[in-house]
């Protein structure tokens, strides 16, 4: 999967971040990164409103997303190069300063870059991809990925040194094992959107539990 950075220019009002935290939240989703999709809306929350508090409603400014190796990069472009964030003791009653320290503690590092006219500030989120373009390691991938290329080979023996299978050819492999597993249950009595019912419970429970696990992992 080639997940290719992105950006969007926005407004730095406080009706602004639902928005912005929505978008993470696709974006993510389609890059195959739920695991990490919590914490990325709140790196989103917490630099948004850093701007807003020390620049100023109304800000013009810039999200830009992408990744930086296997790591998840998030960064706020900001046309102020005084106004620097700060990462305070903040405890728990705290009315400022706590909004660096959470993302100080859910990212894998963060940072500041500053130009003439502007200010970057970035954090890094742990993915737990294998590699850049790969996928997060999970049994049940690696066991759909080992059908799909019996699949494959099945339907349409590969030339020597050919490569993996596109995306799109797995997409519509995925579509046909399911459509084919679902006439299995058929012809064996078994009730088919029973089954599909019950996978989809079982799929975002998986989900649940990866992101849980991943927020565990943060606060370690």
Known sequence: MTRKPWDLAF?????????????MRLHLGIWGLHGVIDEAQLCVSELVSNVITHVGPGTPATLVVSM???????????????????????????????????????????????GPDRKVTWCELTTGLASPDGHVECPGVRRAENLLEMCAATNQPRLPGASRLSRATAEESVITVITDLLHWLHAHGCDAEDALDRAQTRYDAELDGAG????????A
């Open 68 to 114: 930086n190796g296997v790591r998840l990069r998030i960064a706020i472009h900001d046309p102020d190069p005084r106004a620097l964030p700060t990462l305070l003791a903040a405890n728990a009653d705290s009315e400022s300063g706590r909004g660096m320290a959470l993302v100080d503690a859910v990212a894998d590092r963060w940072g500041v870059e500053l």
């Open 11 to 23: 407004t730095a009002e406080p009706a602004e971040v639902a928005g912005l935290r929505r978008i």
């Open 212 to 219: 849980e696990g991943s927020r565990h992992r943060s606060r």
